[in-house]
């Protein structure tokens, strides 16, 4: 977002005025104050000066800057001065307990591969820099959730941030994708998934919109600062309050290897244990490179609501978790695991591809 250039001459005007005012031991008088600060050396009068130190002087107490104003001479009380106290505006010392260290560790690892990487590395090496001891071994087992896999979360972050209108394509379930333009108002994570709100400005109305449904790329199309959000717009509530309950009215059967698949065990209806390769291959057309002979396999029944968050716990499996039935979520889980191939090799049709003869979800021979 660019900043407007009276805002930046007024940011720059009051950290300079900062900066005087803590570098003295005495106070200073406001005519040493004009003499120090140069942008109050472009000032017009002394009557121009004035307002603007005025103005400035509440602006630093707004802020929460300790400025203190005292005589100058004691001989001659009819002249004040100013500065700021350090030891009221410095910082304390900075402590943790050890289950603090330990939540910020876990903040950290939770950006590590997303799009706030860099923002989240360099807190810690502040943290560090402060005598943070970081102690990652009390998180052995523990791995966040919060995730922002999809390509339109960064695009979209911005575009919240500038206030910029932008347009994508948006792909409800069972139905073909359709382009929308929205005015992005907010990003929430909502039961593991990130949605962005906003005014559809197709619809004219109030929409909420989950980032894994976004099929193509996210295009600002608006200039920024071009709308103004709403003071009591709340992202999650409104999520909330529209996304519908996803009740498991039905049921997913899925290959497991065994010690694998705890999650799906726990909530299975029915488990069949099987080693059966040629039986398995030929109910199912799963690829025999995946069930191997010998290995120790269940077949789960499992009920879900929502397709996409059983396709995502699924292909977060790998090869350990086959999506037997019903067929689109087979699918989902196909597309899944094609487009993780596709970010790391150089296509999704290789022989070991995930849509390959002989990757975990491919057809086999």
């Known amino acids: 977002m660019t900043v407007p250039p009276s805002a930046a001459v007024k940011t720059e005007r009051l950290l300079n005025l900062v900066i005087a005012l803590l570098s003295t031991r005495m106070p200073l008088s406001k005519a040493r ?9 472009g000032t017009a009068s002394t009557e121009a000066f004035d307002r603007m130190f005025e103005r400035d002087k509440d602006e630093l107490r707004e802020l929460g800057i300790p400025l203190v104003t005292a005589v100058i001479d004691p001989l001659f009380d009819d002249e004040l001065g100013y500065r700021i106290d350090k030891r009221e505006y410095a910082l304390p010392e900075i402590h943790f307990e050890p289950d603090e260290v330990a939540a910020l560790s876990l903040a950290a690892r939770a950006w590590a591969r997303a799009s706030l990487a860099g923002p989240a590395a360099t807190a810690m090496r502040k943290l560090r820099s402060a005598g943070v001891e970081m102690d990652d071994s009390s998180l052995v087992g523990i791995e966040p959730v919060v995730r922002t896999t999809e390509d339109a979360f960064e695009p979209l972050r911005r ?17 073909e994708s359709t382009l929308r333009r929205l005015q992005p108002w907010g990003l929430t994570q909502w039961h593991g998934r990130w949605y962005v709100t906003g005014h559809d400005l197709d619809r004219d109305d109030l929409r909420v919109f989950r980032l894994g449904r976004i099929d193509s790329g996210v295009t600002a199309t608006g200039l920024p600062g071009a709308y103004e959000v709403p003071d009591d717009h709340d992202p999650r509530t409104l999520v909330e309050t529209t996304q519908p309950p996803e009740l498991p009215d039905r049921t997913a059967t899925l290959l497991v290897r065994e010690g694998a698949g705890n999650t799906l065990r726990r909530r299975a209806t029915s488990s069949v244990e099987t080693t059966s390769v040629e039986t398995t291959v030929a109910e199912t057309t799963v690829a025999k490179t995946t069930v191997a002979d010998g290995d120790a396999w269940s077949r789960l029944t499992v009920p879900f609501g929502g397709l996409d968050r059983l396709a995502d716990e699924v292909s977060g499996f790998g090869p350990d978790v086959v999506a037997l039935e019903p067929d689109d979520l087979r699918h989902a889980v196909v597309r899944r695991l094609t487009g993780a191939r596709t970010r790391h090799t ?3 049709d290789g022989p070991d591809g995930p849509d390959g003869p002989d990757g975990p979800q491919g057809e086999g021979p």
Request: proline share 10%; charged share 30%; net charge negative.
């Open 159 to 175: 575009a919240v941030f500038d206030r910029q209108e932008v347009t994508f394509g948006y792909r409800k379930p069972e139905e």
């Open 346 to 348: 150089d296509g999704p």
């Open 33 to 41: 104050i004009r003499t120090a600060v140069p942008q109050y050396q």
